[in-house]
């Protein structure tokens, strides 16, 4: 799926995307209402500290003051695994990893390790010739695909016990499917009528500034006109003085990025003949295959990444931009998402790539409600357990229960007996007061989400030395990898499953009842909604880390 973020001027259309008749259209001016008319985040409020400053930020800031002062640390390789990063950022261009054992632009492989010219890291979804996957269609639309011709019209009686598990997911994926592709084009179509129709009311009313009166006063012409009519009103009718100006510009634009939000899910999410495969040049079916892709690390939109990159890592106090959680970090650029989700042969050679180029944690902040291929996955999280490599992944943002619903990959294995014991799953947390603590769009689940942390109006670096607030459980990940990154620093004879254990057990624990994620009256303890029961605590992670022997 796309990248598990949601940039503030997109909420919008994220809560859109779940309207379920036309009437619902008009409820816009209640969406921008609620996310606008909160009240403003506090300055660096992640890395803040809730004894010191009121605020369930993680203590970084505290920690550093109080704990780690002129100390220093061993540096730490920590891989995000993501749509790519922009490695010239200002405030990101002095933490990238740099492989010292390869020449740059030689062409050549000259540390052997199978990637050419891999200075910053590796991207799994680009061509040799230099081109890259952007857009990619959703694993619902792959699965579905896959199985059709074996599965629909399949007779279930004669299916062996293994089959019939695989019948059952591509039923299960076959109505998931449908049902997303029915809402794409009926939206795109609404959309488009409505754009239309919103363009033929500026035209017909021909007035500069157009005021709120005459929107009442003009009769539609057709069904469109009257859609966007009552649009228009939605948003300014409370308005009190008929002579109020309507900004049609404003509207038409937003209208105009909700269309193309929904035509991309038809041309590209749901379009089960697309194939970028051609792209990359791989034998996408042959999952051991291993050396595909090419050395462009940021790739055509690195904005999701280079956030998460400058949560973790940003330089701290140089009087640029942000302070990420950690110093002493090299961040390593692994490109497997695109806009779309990930293929599961690109994310399990991207671990394996972290892991045997010096990662020691790797940051995952993706996900999606279907597997491809979850033992090649699983091989790879095995291996990097193996080598004790901490792997800290986000839970997702459709505020759902983990524990019920699937949101791969997952820390458990085939079996689901067997976890992953260097895996933290993580959702986010809000920096608001009150029963909001838990994001309201956070996953959760007692059994599959470890801990929460700081998710909400995260401000972070995103490409072109720039900077925007982003919510999700995206930024929940990195918040975390960022304290295990100070921690295998400072403590670096901790293994990955002692600084798991280590987060897990300083975290701050809520007592207090706070709103289950999605709900707006059923409330509950943390403790109900991740195993921990608390939000990831830096100052307190890195006490209890002084006692580990």
Request: aromatic share 12%; glycine share 8%.
């Amino acid at each position: 799926m796309i990248p598990i973020c949601y940039p503030i001027i997109f909420v919008p259309y994220i809560i859109f995307m779940k309207f379920k008749n036309i009437a619902f259209l008009f409820s816009f001016q209640l969406v921008f209402s609620v996310v606008f008319s909160q009240t403003k985040a506090p300055a660096n409020w992640f890395n803040l500290d809730h004894k010191k400053d009121k605020i369930y930020g993680v203590g970084a800031e505290r920690a550093y003051k109080d704990l780690i002062k002129d100390r220093k640390g061993k540096p730490v390789v920590v891989a995000v695994i993501d749509g790519g990063t922009d490695t010239k950022h200002e405030d990101l261009k002095d933490v990238i990893w740099v492989n010292l054992n390869e020449i740059p632009n030689n062409g050549i492989d000259d540390d052997k390790n199978g990637y050419i010219d891999d200075i910053n890291g590796w991207n799994f979804i680009g061509g040799k010739n230099g081109k890259n996957v952007e857009q990619d269609n959703l694993e619902v639309t792959r699965v579905y695909a896959k199985l059709k011709s074996k599965y629909d019209k399949a007779d279930t009686n004669k299916l062996s016990e293994s089959a019939k598990l695989e019948y059952y997911n591509y039923q299960s994926a076959k109505d998931v499917f449908y049902k997303g592709k029915q809402e794409s084009d009926l939206y795109s179509n609404l959309y488009a009528s409505l754009e239309k129709g919103l363009e033929n009311l500026r035209k017909n009313i021909d007035t500069k500034p157009i005021v709120f009166d005459q929107i009442v006063q003009y009769k539609p012409q057709n069904s469109g006109e009257k859609m966007a009519k009552q649009f228009v009103l939605g948003f300014v009718g409370k308005k009190t003085s008929v002579n109020d100006s309507v900004p049609f510009c404003t509207y038409i634009l937003e209208i105009n990025s909700g269309k193309e939000h929904f035509e991309k899910q038809a041309n590209y999410s749901y379009n089960t003949e697309l194939d970028t495969r051609k792209i990359v040049g791989d034998n996408y079916f042959d999952a051991s295959e291993k050396y595909y892709g090419n050395s462009n690390v940021i790739g055509p939109n690195a904005g999701h990444g280079t956030h998460v990159a400058g949560i973790i890592a940003a330089v701290r106090n140089n009087n640029i931009g942000i302070n990420g959680v950690a110093n002493n970090v090299k961040i390593m650029v692994v490109r497997v998402v695109p806009d779309g989700d990930e293929r599961d042969k690109d994310v399990a050679n991207g671990i394996m790539y972290a892991v045997n180029n010096g990662a020691t944690i790797i940051n995952m902040s993706f996900g999606k409600a279907f597997s491809f291929n979850k033992k090649v996955v699983d091989d790879a999280v095995k291996f990097a357990m193996s080598k004790d490599v901490l792997i800290v992944h986000a839970a997702g943002n459709d505020s759902k229960n983990n524990d019920t619903v699937d949101n791969f990959p997952t820390p458990y294995f085939d079996n689901n007996k067997e976890r992953a014991s260097g895996w933290i799953e993580v959702g986010a947390s809000s920096w608001e007061k009150g029963k909001q603590l838990a994001a309201t769009f956070s996953n959760f689940g007692v059994k599959t989400v470890d801990v929460f942390a700081p998710g909400v109006a995260i401000y972070s670096t995103t490409p072109d030395s720039k900077y925007a607030e982003y919510d999700g459980t995206s930024m929940a990940a990195p918040v975390t990898a960022g304290v295990a990154a100070l921690i295998r620093s400072y403590y670096p004879q901790l293994s990955a499953v002692q600084v798991r254990d280590i987060i897990m057990k300083s975290s701050s624990k809520i007592c207090r009842k706070v709103y289950v994620p999605g709900q707006t009256k059923t409330k509950t303890k943390l403790k109900n909604l991740c195993a921990s029961g608390g939000i990831v605590n830096a100052y307190e992670a890195l006490k209890l880390a002084a006692s580990y022997r």
